[in-house]
Nanobody, 116 residues
Framework: QLLLEDSGGGLVQAGGSLRLSCAAFGGISTINVMGWYRQAPGKQRELVANINSGGWPKYSDSVTGRFTISRDSAKNTVYLQMNSLKPEDTARYYC??????????WGQGTQVTVSS
């Protein structure tokens, strides 16, 4: 069974930076897409960014130019570098891996809080 361990969240002032990491353990099969989602209180979970097996990233409009997603396929790890953070980025961030067979696996989430 594939398990994901995400980390790197915390409390930061507006304009600051954080780097999230998500590593896979256990029954690792070929991973296709690695991504980050977030969910703020009272809101639906939304896609922040993802990156496919070819290394092509996709970003939501709200984070384009501020966040960078990268992956180390050899380590089955995905990263999210978040710069110029804003209070509206405050949310719980979840990583999600999609295998080649279409199986989704979610991490437990890491809290990001941006103070104004």
């Amino acid at each position: 069974q594939l398990l994901l361990e995400d980390s790197g969240g915390g409390l930061v002032q507006a304009g600051g930076s954080l780097r999230l990491s998500c590593a896979a353990f256990g029954g690792i099969s070929t991973i296709n897409v690695m991504g980050w989602y977030r969910q703020a209180p009272g809101k639906q979970r939304e896609l922040v960014a993802n990156i496919n097996s070819g290394g092509w990233p996709k970003y939501s409009d709200s984070v384009t130019g501020r966040f960078t997603i990268s992956r180390d396929s050899a380590k089955n790890t995905v990263y999210l570098q978040m710069n110029s953070l804003k209070p509206e980025d405050t949310a719980r961030y979840y990583c999600k891996f999609l295998s080649m067979s279409g199986t989704e696996t979610w991490g437990q989430g890491t809290q990001v809080t941006v103070s104004s």
